[in-house]
């Protein structure tokens, strides 16, 4: 009984060990990126594994904000790609990670339903009382950036819902719930023809821009460069510019 | 802990000699219990006590407490209109396919409760089946509402319900109920005066149950309610959002959430669990 | 045939199971079905109440109203189960009051009803009481007025006192009797105590795999059992023979009584009637024969001998006639019987 005990004990801190083990071991790269970056990182790290053999590359998309809390926690990663300066300085502020480099830019555009039942045409249409609109909750970018523009456009609203992160947002306006949202212009073109993207002024005042930094604790620190000079090259701003960021 | 003592037990002399307490048993319940526990006692270490008071006093806190109860009290309201008629049909009527019925009862339980509050828009959302006609019918619409909030919590809460009071109505003794028809009593007086009160132990501890996983109801309210302070914002989603910024602000809520539930349920469990 | 009481043919079908039984019962009149654990009789009684489905060819008529096309509720029946089955959360009061509260009456006619009932069962003191605690004798005592309470045509007793001790048992025995003997309808009881079905009932149904094997009044029955089964509830030694005027053949034996009977016939005679001897007896004409001692066990204040041999038979003897004969188990002996002490009668 005893001998048994011991071999499940052993058996539980060998596996214990295996999943402390660095995830940079045997040629592996762990990003973690802004929700909004799924299709065009998605579209890279095939890029990279395809020009070093052998790698692997693994993605965490999410909110900036969850993302950054994860790593300050000592989530296991190797590059961080955030979706506002703001979210990055959580984790460069606990000196986590070098001096970020900006590599894409991303505006909000006014989102809404095929057929655009609600008929709306500008960021003010929006405070109309009869249309439902769904906002990102200000603590992560995209809502961030949604109050900075409608502040300055001088447009007050009331949202009926605050969503935690773009996707969210823009999976009510998919469903035809709500009849607007303000979501990034890259994330129209994904929803497919479900959602229509209409691009407004005020966005000029209201830019994202997307910071990108190895953590300075990478293990596999020499793959995670490559991998952020990948971004950083023709061949990146290439695929970024097709998903629609504009270059920094 | 008693143990036999190494001369053998002792005879006749009115005290129980139990056992040895199994350590196979013992050391994995340790286990387990300090499993439940740490996580809380993280939280406890963690909470930003100075700031403690001045945290619970701001105004979205309260409202968002305010809001969990409201909407977890009226869910599990909810849950004992529908849910008790639904475990009387499935304990006590003998259905054609009960057994596939009782398994769509349970699906809640194992579905993401996001994809539950998808499943809900697809349903009363706006252009949902039947939405769509509540909305032309009676101009109601659900999502974004505090009703919407009652809906999302009642459908992840009610399972809890029904199988607990499901179960309490297999075990009862039916013959009580025969012992009543004997008397002249139809079904209904039957369920009223009879089953109910039978059951109502069982009926309490799945109301509890039902209450406290409203309570914490997250996946389906953010999904099909959506999350606007005062309206639709509960202490879970308040959590969560607070996680994107201010983790000490989470912990802070968590723990009133935490304190708020044990409260309640360890006084409904003295008045009512333990009295029947 | 008169249209009041009840007359019923209860037929129940299951996998395994067979119950066809019929009988009547008179206003008035206490009929006790008797029968060993599993024979069917709670099954009957069930159905009677209307809570176990009687199959096609089954008819339940009382008064000269068919009974079996009403549900439960709808019978003019009152019940009393074999726990009680007493409401835990009522009151002793509310138990009584819940039956005429059900058919109508208003709350307070319900319980004056059932106010004056417990006075009647000798119970108003403990009107407030709740069932747990009650004591068994007093639980019996208030499930009958439950079950009085709604002026039934039919009372349905089942194992009404099963779950007494035995001194409490002696007691309620006797208040029940008299209780029953007060109820003018029907009632039907049943048991699997023969001294509780001699004593409560007006006329036995012996039921036996789902089949009545005997009927007949309480005395009838003990002195001319028709089965193994009535002969050791009443503790009698029963033979199925054929007869030819005074003597019935029993395999090998020729038993000689003082009743003529002709063709099948059964020999009963009690244990205590026989006797034991080491050497064969000279003398008198008696029943005699070699048997081999069995066994051996006490029984009340004498000792019951098993006797195997031509026939099984149990004889009854003193214990000194027991140290006497220094019986033990194997032991060859002679047994006999009076020719006055049988009993003859046909098959």
Not at chain 1, 217 to 241: I, T, W, Y
Not at chain 2, 86 to 113: E, H, I, M, N, Q
Request: proline share 7%; with cysteine.
């Amino acid at each position: 009984m005893r001998r048994l005990l011991l071999t499940v004990l052993a058996a539980a801190l060998v596996l214990a060990g295996c999943g402390a083990e660095p995830s940079g071991a045997g040629g592996k790269v762990t990003v973690f990126a802004a929700a909004s970056l799924t299709e065009s990182f998605t579209r890279l790290g095939e890029a990279f594994e395809a020009a070093h053999p052998g790698t692997a590359v693994t993605f965490n998309f999410g909110s900036s904000a969850t993302l950054a809390q994860q790593i300050v926690q000592g989530a296991p990663a190797d590059v961080f790609a955030a979706a506002s300066p703001a979210t990055m300085r959580t984790v460069t502020d606990a000196s986590l990670a070098d001096e970020p480099v900006t590599f894409a830019r991303n505006k909000l555009e006014i989102a809404v339903p095929a057929g655009n039942p609600a008929n709306v045409r500008v960021l003010a249409d929006l405070a109309d009382p009869g249309v439902k609109v769904a906002l990102c909750a200000e603590q992560v970018p995209c809502g961030a950036a949604a109050a900075q523009a409608l502040e300055a456009a001088g447009v007050r609203l009331t949202p009926v819902t605050l969503e935690q992160d773009v996707k969210a947002t823009l999976t009510k306006v998919r469903l035809g719930e709500v009849d607007a949202a303000l979501v990034y212009r890259t994330d129209v073109p994904a929803a497919g023809g479900e959602v229509l993207g209409i691009p407004f002024p005020e966005a000029d005042r209201a830019v994202n821009d997307y910071p990108i930094v190895v953590l300075g604790d990478a293990p596999a620190g020499d793959l995670a460069r490559r991998f952020v000079e990948l971004v950083l090259s023709p061949q990146g701003k290439d695929v970024l510019a097709k998903a629609g960021f504009e270059a920094p | 802990m008693t143990t036999t003592s190494p001369t053998g037990p002792a005879r006749g002399g009115g005290r129980v000699v139990a056992g040895r307490l199994p350590w196979v048993l013992v050391v994995p319940a340790l286990l387990g219990l300090a499993f439940l526990v740490l996580p809380l006692a993280g939280l406890l270490i963690r909470a930003p006590w100075p700031t403690l008071l001045q945290r619970l006093a701001e105004p979205q806190v309260l409202e968002a407490l305010r809001l969990s109860l409201v909407t977890a009290t009226i869910a599990t309201a909810v849950c004992l209109l529908l849910g008790v008629p639904l475990a009387w049909l499935l304990a006590r009527v003998d259905l054609p396919g009960r057994r596939v019925v009782r398994a769509l009862v349970t699906v809640p339980l194992v579905l993401p409760p996001v994809v539950g509050g998808v499943a809900l828009l697809l349903v009363l959302g706006r252009r949902g089946l039947v939405g769509q006609w509540l909305e032309s019918a009676f101009g109601v619409t659900l999502p974004f509402t505090t009703a919407g909030v009652v809906v999302a919590e009642a459908f992840v809460a009610m399972p809890f319900l029904v199988i607990s009071v499901e179960g309490a109505l297999r075990a009862a003794d039916q013959r009580y109920e025969e012992a009543a028809a004997t008397l002249g009593a139809s079904r209904w007086t039957v369920f009223r005066r009879v089953t109910l009160p039978l059951v109502a132990p069982g009926i309490v501890a799945g109301a509890v149950l039902c209450w406290a996983r409203a309570l914490g109801e997250f996946g389906a309210t953010i999904t099909f309610a959506g999350n606007f302070p005062g309206t639709t914002r509960t202490m879970p989603l308040a959590v969560y959002l607070a996680l994107e910024t201010e983790p000490e602000a989470a912990i802070v809520l968590s723990l009133v959430l935490l304190a708020v539930s044990v409260v309640i349920l360890a006084s409904l469990r003295d008045r009512w669990v333990n009295a029947a | 045939m008169t249209a009041s009481g009840l007359r019923a043919r209860l037929v129940v079908t299951r996998p395994a199971f067979r119950l066809d039984v019929s009988f009547e019962a008179a206003p008035g009149e206490v009929v006790a079905l008797l029968g060993p654990n599993g024979a069917g009789k709670t099954t009957a009684l069930r159905a009677l109440a209307g809570l176990t489905g009687l199959a096609e060819e089954g008819h339940i008529t009382l008064d000269g109203r068919p009974l079996h096309t009403e549900p439960p509720d709808r019978r003019p029946i009152g019940m009393v189960f074999q726990d009680y089955l007493l409401f835990p959360h009522l009151s002793a009061l509310d138990n009584v009051a819940f039956g005429p509260r059900c058919r109508g009456a208003s709350k307070a006619e319900a319980r004056r009803v059932a106010a004056d009932l417990l006075e009647r069962v000798g119970l108003a003191a403990h009107a407030a009481a709740k069932p747990r605690r009650l004591s068994g004798g007093q639980a019996q005592r208030v499930a009958l007025a439950r079950a009085l309470a709604v002026r039934p045509r039919l009372l349905l007793l089942d194992e009404p006192l099963a779950a007494l001790d035995a001194h409490t048992r002696l007691e309620i025995r006797s208040r029940l009797r008299r209780d029953l003997a007060g109820f003018d309808g029907a009632t039907v009881l049943v048991t699997h105590d023969p001294l509780d079905a001699m004593v409560l009932a007006d006329r036995l149904v012996v039921v036996e795999d789902g089949a009545v094997v005997q009927q007949g009044e309480p005395a009838e029955v003990a002195r001319r059992p028709r089965t193994d089964y009535v002969a050791r509830l009443v503790g009698l030694n029963l033979y199925r023979g054929t007869g030819d005027g005074v003597r019935v053949k029993v395999g090998e034996l020729l038993f000689s009584t003082i009743e003529q009977v002709d063709g099948p016939a059964f020999v009963a005679f009690s244990p205590a009637a026989g006797a034991l001897y080491r050497t064969r007896p000279d003398g008198s004409p008696r029943n005699l024969w070699q048997a081999a001692v069995e066994g051996v066990e006490r029984h009340g204040d004498n000792v019951r001998v098993h006797l195997g041999g031509p026939i099984a038979a149990f004889v009854d003897i003193t214990p000194a006639a027991l140290a006497d004969l220094d019986l033990s188990p194997g032991r060859q002996v002679w047994a006999a019987v009076k020719a006055t002490e049988t009993h003859a009668y046909p098959a």
